[in-house]
């Protein structure tokens, strides 16, 4: 992780004051190192990843259309050939 940079500032507020700085110190800390956890989490390769996921199967349907499109074409060219064949 990566440390933020500390600057000791002096207060005349004496004992109590001091206290109340490190323990702001300590959770302004805990944060920065929470926040850089939840940011190295790949969230663009998750969004990346669904996306294709998405497209993969977009291509399997569009395939399985073409492929029963061709079939449906080739079913009706037959019958059209056989009711010539039978016409003439």
């Known amino acids: 992780t990566t440390e933020i940079p500390r600057q000791t500032i002096e207060f005349n507020g004496g004992l109590i004051s001091k206290f ?3 323990e ?3 959770e302004l800390e805990l944060l920065s190192n929470n926040h850089a956890t939840l940011n190295s989490m790949p969230h663009q390769q ?3 990843f669904e996306w294709e996921e998405l497209a993969k199967e977009g291509q399997q349907l569009a395939d399985q259309l073409v492929d029963e499109f061709d079939r449906v074409s080739d079913s009706i060219r037959q019958k059209v ?3 010539i064949t039978l016409g003439n």
Do not use: G, T
Request: no cysteine; proline share 0%.
């Open 46 to 48: 998750v969004d990346d």
């Open 81 to 83: 050939e056989i009711a």
């Open 24 to 26: 702001i110190n300590a």
């Open 20 to 22: 109340e700085i490190e």
